[in-house]
């Protein structure tokens, strides 16, 4: 809890570690495509609430599903870059909540030149623990703010050819 003193018990920071090693690699597989990578950090059914960003984008889903939603919407970009940061943990037994920050960029080459939309905000990340280690059970995505040409989403859906 932030203000409290936080227990140096190795069993907690090993938590810890292993709940932010998650969080970071939803990041990393989003920006080098890794969808391999993505899908080991999911538990085998995700809610997802993206409603800040999309107000269609709240359901629950089979985390393969989700995959591959993602894997076909990011193939238009020319680069994203996702930062996670400030992570404060919860770790209650087998479930955890890591509230992260999140800094999103998104990059389109068009017409020669780069555009490129950023949203700030925080995830709310609902993690269980598995026998294979800690999995994102629940994400919810709050965007805070947002700057740049929107339009970006719009140029990669056509590049996909869903536009």
Known sequence: MIGQAQTLDPAVLADR????????????????LDWTLFRTIFAETVTIDYRSFDPALAFTIPADDWVAMLKGGFGGFDATQHISSNHVHDIDGDRAR?????QASHFVVRDGQTACATYFGYYVNGLIRTPDGWRLSDVTLNVTARTGEMRVFEWAAERRGAG
């Open 98 to 102: 890591c509230v992260s920050y999140m």
């Open 17 to 32: 570690a292993a709940i932010s090693d998650i969080v970071h690699g939803y990041a990393t597989a989003l920006d080098t």
